[in-house]
């Protein structure tokens, strides 16, 4: 009977909540970048251009990182500013960068006796970061200076489309799931994914994108709420604490989250 229980505790769908959430236009900055990562509580913006560079632009100020021996950034995590880790999946690499850009480490996965074929990356604690191994369809720790594996999940039966994680939590978008781990990998919840193709998150507010449509998924919660969008065009989107911003058309545009 305790195994039926937990079987349908997984298995849960998403409810939608009555209360939708409210967009506040705040402010609209122009920015040419090809590729938006990041933006922190102090309007830092983490970006790429079109020559694959990343950049760190703050206030008075921007820097840059390049290696174009490894081509197109697929992703860059910058939840932790010290430790910016930048995947380059053409060449199943990743690079970790301090928060002036400078090179700490480099990892091929290629490489390692331990060969990963990886193909989504976020943030861990300390020097951790996940991993979605494709070859083994399951989420891995993985200690990239001691190049060790910590921690394996159970392997999920569909394709991995986003993943995101803090320091307590990692959440994993599949085409048939959204699973959510702790911090040393156990499943907290296995939700059925309606349509959701992909995600952003920040301190517990997570945001699920469906067709042009956004959602909120509050922390510890199965309830959606629907955010109106009306008719903005979402290209990239991005979550900081109760901030969405929302890049299309070279215009970085920052909206407050606000509920009805």
């Known amino acids: ?67 174009f021996q490894l081509g197109e950034i697929s992703s860059a995590n910058t939840f932790n500013p010290l430790k910016i880790n930048l995947f380059y999946q053409d060449f199943n690499t990743m690079v970790v960068l301090d928060n002036r850009l400078a090179e700490i480490t480099k990892v091929d996965f290629n490489t390692l006796s331990d060969y990963k074929n990886v193909t989504l990356i976020s943030t861990g604690y300390d020097n951790f970061i996940w991993l979605f191994n494709q070859d083994l369809q399951q989420l891995e720790l993985f200690d990239y200076l001691s190049k060790k594996t910590r921690i394996k999940t159970v392997p999920v039966q569909s394709q991995a489309l986003s993943l995101k994680s803090d320091y307590n939590y990692c959440y994993l978008l599949t085409e048939n799931y959204l699973y959510v781990y702790s911090y040393f990998g156990s499943l907290i919840h296995k939700i059925e994914n309606n349509n959701f193709t992909d995600m952003a998150f920040s301190k517990g507010q997570l945001i699920l994108k469906s067709g042009n449509n956004l959602f909120l998924l509050a922390k510890n919660s199965k309830e959606l709420k629907t955010i109106n969008t009306e008719d903005l065009l979402i290209n990239q989107f991005l979550v900081t604490d109760e901030t969405l911003y929302i890049y299309n058309d070279e215009k970085l545009r920052r909206y407050q989250l606000k509920s009805q």
């Open 1 to 67: 009977m305790k195994r039926i229980f937990y079987i349908i505790l997984c298995l849960c769908s998403f409810s939608f909540s009555q209360e939708n959430i409210e967009l506040k236009l705040e402010a609209t900055a122009e920015l040419k970048a090809y590729k938006i990562f990041g933006v922190d509580t102090f309007g830092t913006l983490y970006y790429s251009d079109k020559n694959h560079s990343f950049y760190k632009k703050s206030t008075d100020t921007i820097i840059s990182y390049a290696n």
